[in-house]
Nanobody, 121 residues
């Protein structure tokens, strides 16, 4: 069974930085896409950033220039470096893995349990 475990959330002041990490555990042969989504209170979950196994990344307009996504294919990890945080970045951040292949089966999409990021002004 494949699971995603996040770490790194917390509370910071506006302008500070945080780094989120996510590790996929289990017998994994390949993960095509990994990314981060977030959900603020009363809002829908939205894509923050995603990265393919080849290293191609895309970002939400609201975080471009401030957040950087990276991944280690050998370790099945993905990280999100968040700089110049703003109060509007406050949300629960979820790790996502798309098209996960274990060698015997495919998982279309997997989610982590979420980690809370709170940015105060």
């Amino acid at each position: 069974q494949v699971q995603l475990v996040e770490s790194g959330g917390g509370s910071v002041q506006a302008g500070e930085s945080l780094r989120l990490s996510c590790a996929a555990s289990g017998s994994i042969f390949r993960i095509n896409k990994m990314g981060w989504y977030r959900q603020a209170p009363g809002k829908q979950r939205e894509l923050v950033a995603a990265i393919t196994s080849g290293g191609s990344a895309n970002y939400a307009d609201s975080v471009k220039g401030r957040f950087t996504i990276s991944r280690d294919n050998a370790k099945n990890t993905v990280s999100l470096q968040m700089n110049s945080l703003k109060p509007e970045d406050t949300a629960v951040y979820y790790c996502n893995a798309g098209q996960v292949y274990t060698g015997s089966r495919w998982y279309l999409e997997l989610w982590g349990q979420g980690t809370l990021v709170t940015v105060s002004s």
